[in-house]
Structure formats: C-alpha cells, structure tokens
C-alpha cells in the first residue's frame, strides 16, 4: 500500500528545477517531513548507467525511438528501485522530470506522437502518476540566457533553440490534458518562484 506522496518537476532546459529542488529540500528538512531527491534519467544505478548513454554528447546518431526506449527502460528499472519503496515507506518522493519530459521530448519535439509515448510509458502512466507535477514556467530562451547557454556535453542540450521550442510547445500541450500538471510562473527571483511552489503543495495538501 501506498503511504507517501509522489511530486515531480518538469521543465525546459535551464528552467531551475535543481535550484527549486534544493530550496524545497531546504523547506522540508526545517518541517521536519520525511522526503528523497531523486532525478530522471537515473536515480538508480542501472538506471544511470543508461542515462549515460542517453545523454552522451558523442551520441548523436541515436535514434528518435531508441531515445524514447531507453528513457522508458530507465524509468522502470528507477520506479522500481526508488520511488515505489519510498512511497511504501510514506515518504514524500520529489523527482526531477518524470513521463511528462518524455512526453514533451521525444512525443512532440521529436514528433513521435505521443500516442507511442503513452503506449511505451503506460504502466508509469496508469500506475505511477504523480499526486503533482510542477512545471516551472519559462520558455527556453530565456532559461538558456539565464544559464549561460547549453551544455556542450549534454546531447540534449545540444539539440539546437528551435528543438527546444517545441519542447516547450509540448508541455504547454499537456497542461489541459493532465490536471496534474500545474505551470508555476518562475521570473522572478528564485526564492519567489520557491514560495509559489511550497503554497502550490500546501494549497494541494501535499503538506502542511
């Protein structure tokens, strides 16, 4: 049986998921509410290992499905090895990205449909869904001249402005879709972007 609660953070590259992490980590440590940080891809060690080849910049001849599967393989080995014995242990689980990154990525900016990113994720989707997503709100302009620009290292970050565009497109397309998902406008500073967050949860009963 389920006993914790199941939060991720999803967003454009650059869009401060890290920053808004630790400052809820932060939060939670002084309200003394039993938490874990994990992250996707990884969070585990098969799952990391494969996150390793995902996001190796020397990869680039990898294909738009073979992305999408091994996102998915690493979700189920993580979901597997981390979030579901948190969950059972009541422990609030915050994860940075989760499905709807996949959903965003390879469904619409990759334009596999996100038919077939359902299709591979549908077990995560029907078993697994977040109790809330926060998607931190900024388009990828501005989240990339806010961090300097991209990760050469990082085949993702690699992809060029107007990929990222549609990355953007695709989270705004899920919004009305998934109710789950609520869009936290993030430019201002980063502690008033935190206190945004941490009413968003209080206000969803996520905590208290």
């Not at 709100?137 to 970050?157: L, Q, S, V």
Request: glycine fraction near 8%; charged fraction near 25%; aromatic fraction near 8%.
């Amino acid at each position: 049986m389920v006993k914790g609660k199941f939060i991720t953070f999803e967003g454009c590259e650059g869009s401060g998921k890290s920053t808004q992490i630790r400052l809820l980590s932060e939060y939670l440590d002084k309200a003394g509410i039993p938490y874990i940080v994990t992250r996707e891809p990884g969070g585990s060690p098969i799952a990391e290992q494969l996150r390793k080849i995902i996001l190796d910049g020397k990869n680039m001849e990898m294909c738009d499905e073979c992305e999408a599967l091994l996102y998915a393989a690493a979700r189920f080995q993580h979901l597997k090895d981390i979030v579901v014995p948190a969950l059972e242990d009541g422990k609030l689980v915050i994860c940075d990205r989760y499905v709807d990154s996949s959903l965003a990525y390879q469904g619409v900016a990759r334009g596999l449909g996100t038919d077939f990113v359902e299709s591979i994720n549908s077990r995560a989707l029907e078993e697994f869904q977040p109790d809330l997503t926060v998607f931190l709100n900024i388009p990828p302009d501005a989240a990339f001249n806010r961090k300097h620009g991209a990760d050469k290292n990082d085949r993702m970050e690699k992809q060029g402005l107007d990929f990222h565009m549609r990355v953007y497109e695709g989270y705004l397309s899920l919004l009305p879709k998934y109710p789950r998902i609520c869009a936290v406008e993030c430019g201002g500073s980063k502690y008033e972007t935190s206190e945004k967050i941490i009413s968003l949860l209080k206000s969803k009963g996520i905590i208290v």
